[in-house]
């Protein structure tokens, strides 16, 4: 693996030089065509399917929105944006018949090539060129003059140039305000899906639920349970951010880092062998396949645990606590 490369190492001819279609504005669609008009690339297009609740908002900050197929006849390089579990149906029916040859084609995520979604012909340059984090991030970092930390990895370089253009991509995103790194579109791909269903969503959402549930057993009120099971997640997180999980115990009290020494060692047993059970579903990509399932089975699945989880008790006892935040929050 190269070294951490930032702003100043970086040509952005090869996106200057581009017309480069963006498919997809949402959170990273929108962040990532805003600050490469910002960087200075001049011919940004917009693609969008029919129908787009996005297509208004794109108009209105000034990009020339088109159909998917469209933005595959005339762009030099495509920036695929759009949910993951879609690049199969959007690269089948739209890119692929569509592409010029040598077309490049840019990954925000490992996801679609390593489970097989997407297989791009031999002319393609297939770059991986991810800033990490939120869309919304890439574009706040980027106003305040810094960037997210990127990676970046080749899949197919037919052109010799796959290597600059991911840098030139991710310079052009802010990305080298902050460092880009090398990494594999495998390593990615596992390392964002593992750590999201682990520890990030899965994992963070699970513990607060089941210790939700602990202290109202416990007799606790459900509010006084949701702000010490919940509420408070963002401070800890915050301190693990800046500080290092070291440093957040030099910030809580004795107390709490005492206890929380005591039990840390059950908790990681008992959730091991679950954790070895989830890294081996995505590796051996039949997460993605479920997943792949339930989307083109119009995501029943996830809609029907998107209620279940909205109508948890959690939900209600902290809507209160959340309105003051959002009041006092500017
Ligand atoms: N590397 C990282 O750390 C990281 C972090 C977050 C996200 N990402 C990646 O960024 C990409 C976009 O994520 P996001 O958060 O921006 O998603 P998002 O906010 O949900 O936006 C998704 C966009 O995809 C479009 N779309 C969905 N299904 C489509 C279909 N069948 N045909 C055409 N367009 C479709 C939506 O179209 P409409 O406008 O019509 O609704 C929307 O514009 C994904 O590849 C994701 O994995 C990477």
């Not at 002319?123 to 305040?144: H, I, M």
């Not at 957040?248 to 929380?260: K, P, Q």
């Not at 209160?320 to 935040?325: F, T």
Request: glycine share 10%; hydrophobic share 45%; net charge negative.
């Amino acid at each position: 693996m190269s070294a951490v490369l930032y702003q100043a190492d970086i040509d952005l001819a090869p996106v200057r030089t581009r017309t480069l279609a963006i498919i997809g504005y949402g959170n990273h669609g929108r962040s990532h065509a805003l600050n490469l008009r910002d960087m200075g690339v001049e011919r940004v297009i917009v693609a969008l399917r029919e129908g787009s609740p996005n297509r208004a908002r794109a108009e209105a900050d000034g990009f020339e929105v088109t159909g998917l197929s469209e933005a595959a006849v005339r762009a030099d390089a495509v920036s695929l944006l759009a949910a993951d579990e879609a690049h199969g149906e959007i690269w089948r029916t739209h890119i692929a018949p569509n592409r010029k040859p040598g077309q490049a084609l840019i990954l925000c995520h490992g996801f679609s090539i390593e489970y097989g979604l997407i297989n791009p012909p031999a002319d393609a340059d297939v770059v991986l060129a991810a800033a990490k984090g939120p869309g919304g991030a890439v574009r706040e970092a980027f106003e305040r003059g810094g960037g997210l930390l990127g990676f970046w990895a080749v899949h197919q370089d037919a052109s010799g140039g796959a290597r600059d253009l991911a840098l030139a991509y991710l310079a052009a995103l802010g990305c080298g305000r902050a460092g880009i790194r090398q990494t594999s579109f495998r390593e990615e791909a596992l390392a964002d899906i593992l750590g999201e269903q682990a520890v990030l969503v899965g994992g963070v959402c699970a513990l607060a639920r089941e210790g939700f549930e602990t202290l109202l057993r416990a007799g606790i009120r459900p509010e006084m349970a949701y702000i010490d099971t919940v509420h408070e997640i963002k401070y800890i997180a915050d301190l693990i951010h800046t500080r290092g999980m070291a440093g957040m115990y030099e910030a809580i009290s004795d107390t709490a880092e005492f206890g929380a020494h005591e039990v840390e060692g059950a908790i990681r047993e008992a959730v091991r062998p679950v954790f070895e059970a989830v890294a081996a579903d995505v590796i051996s990509g039949d997460f993605a396949r479920r997943w792949v399932a339930d989307y083109e089975a119009g995501r029943k699945s996830l809609m029907a645990r998107r209620r279940a989880a909205a109508d948890h008790p959690v939900e209600a006892a902290g809507a209160d606590i959340r309105a003051g935040s959002a009041r006092r929050t500017p």
